[in-house]
């Protein structure tokens, strides 16, 4: 697979349709995931309630999930929205934001993925972990753990048993479908230290994998290569996080098949 | 009517005077709305609890009703916050955020029309299409058609019939209560790149209003060519949507009299 | 009291143990108040559902509660964070925005005050005055009043009845136990042209008592004088609000012993 040319290839159909994202996410997050779906070239909305989600999510190419700052009505509309998509083989991303620090949002994931079919989960190792009870806890939504070998095997387990991706993002990345398995060395730092770049990689996901139903797998791997590299080309502009993010932001809508053939770094283990 | 020099007054009175804009909008943009209020010189306050958004239009000297990320219970807090400004000849603009795109949405605006009187709808061509019940699908929340002479037929009945301003952005702006009908050629297309910038314009356009309750309609042309022409002046400092944004704050902020004399381009046809 | 020392020891502190600060807070400035958080070193969480705030207060270093766009189920989850963080011992920043406004956020503030054990009440000259039932009408939530001798006596008076800090920001800031006050002479004027940074003040003020529980008064102006010289920090960077703020968040990330050595302006009367 040559993941290059399939991430120059999914962008390049971003940045010319321009995909419907639907977006079910957090009030921290709205604005900034909003803006770094319209810099990478995708068309963002936000649509929580119950009585307008279902026509919303017919529209789009995608839907996110995001349970932060969740409240227990939005899970309903999330399913709901959820379903719609299944009806109509709309990719659907699942972001467990908080998943293992409390038991309120741990229960949400579960419900979510027990009654609707989740294309990709998008979470940080600890996430991740909380959803296959390892009695990991989650300090806030930040990771208290590394990707190490325990964790890319519970990330395989928990690929297979939900029938769906599962995409660990962190200073190195794996996306995995419980057989194939990517490791992703793009990234840096300082993007931790912005809010909600993690979020925006969930929306980012949604549009690379809005470009190709068929293929989520390596449309999500290269989703977290393009995101990663565009947060090295903004270090090198700022190494401070106010104007770190700004220059994300131009990086996600400048960047293209030159920085990704520069500094791309997926790996199919 | 001398449009350059009606917009440096309005202008300079905003900035004197500071006036409160009252906003009951959406949570993608309340953090935007609220510092490009700040930057252009009012004063921003948001609220949406039905117990509280009387007291609080009746100090403002505008109201913002913007129906993105709505909820039922909001659409109450709005009818509830027009009337009141109604009473005190407050000035009401509405933004009808992704009208057209669900019933939900379409049927908020159509309630608001039909129980407040609304001095400003303004919105994309999609939107304001959406209203005059002409079967245009808004994708989401851009606009899919451009302004033609269709569409400023349709936004002069729409003014007549609901005896209010229309206001229309895109590529070319209009703006007409019916009778009197303005172009703007101000503007930039990265303004489109950042979420929020439609909303913003609507909460500027209320800032504007609050300094010429009598003159809405040349208020609401000022407000459009001012905001346009500081997204030209941005698009000069930085042709990508991150530091774009940045720049269009600081112009807001730092542009007057000397730029809008030189770039400021209204028609009154 | 050595200031210069105290403020230099809270920040190394923050920027190593990374203090969990859990903020129960309005939709306008969730994002930005995370920003500021991350920027300074804390790692910020949002969560506001009355089913996990115990939850994730319990985690917690600090708790804030902000009372803006407030709706009334926000009140409960408020009061029963701050009893758990009683409980424990973690340190309570209110923030009383839009405190004199309205009714309702009066009466929230004062339920809140009345229902639990506050550490800081941090607000402008006018918030904090509508709390002592001065008749004072706060215009929106920005301050229409100045710090003065009676606002000095008011403050000091409300920390007595309240065993609480009153802490007030404006161009000269005080925080005082009702016996010590301090005085600060940090900031810049540009602050109050971007929104969110006074509720950002109480989120930072939150971190810096996290790390210090047992000495609040101090720690609270620490967070005041390294608040408001980042501002001035920012200042000499941009004199424009848009590009302001991310000078100001750069700074919150990038000064340390050195500014502080040379900025710091706090004084015991």
Request: net charge negative.
């Amino acid at each position: 697979m040559d993941m290059k040319q399939i991430t120059i290839n999914l962008l390049t159909k971003i940045r010319c349709g321009a995909p419907l994202i639907h977006n079910i996410t957090n009030y921290v997050v709205m604005n900034s995931s909003a803006n770094i779906l319209l810099a990478t070239g995708a068309a963002p909305v936000m649509a929580h309630c119950l009585s307008e989600v279902e026509e919303m999510t017919a529209m789009a190419g995608a839907l996110v999930l995001n349970i932060g700052t969740l409240q227990e009505d939005w899970v309903e509309s999330m399913i709901v929205a959820a379903r719609k998509a299944n009806t109509k083989g709309i990719p659907v991303i699942l972001d467990p934001v908080g998943a293992g620090a409390t038991a309120m949002r741990t229960a949400a994931v579960g419900k979510i993925l027990s009654q609707a079919d989740i294309s990709v989960v998008r979470g940080n190792a600890s996430e991740i972990l909380s959803l296959a009870s390892t009695g990991i806890v989650t300090k806030g939504v930040d990771s208290s753990v590394q990707l190490s070998p325990q964790v890319a095997d519970a990330a395989r387990h928990l690929a297979a048993a939900n029938n769906c991706i599962i995409a660990i993002s962190g200073p190195q990345d794996c996306v995995t479908d419980g057989h194939q398995f990517f490791t992703i060395a793009n990234g840096h730092p300082l993007m931790a230290r912005v809010t909600g770049t993690g979020c925006g990689l969930s929306a980012v996901t949604a549009a690379f994998c809005a470009m190709d139903r068929d293929e989520v797998l390596p449309a999500t791997a290269a989703a977290f290569g393009f995101y990663g590299l565009c947060g090295e080309l903004a270090a090198a502009i700022s190494d401070k996080p106010g104007s770190f993010f700004v220059a994300f932001l131009d990086s996600l809508y400048a960047a293209g098949e030159k920085e990704i053939n520069r500094l791309l770094k997926i790996t199919l283990a």
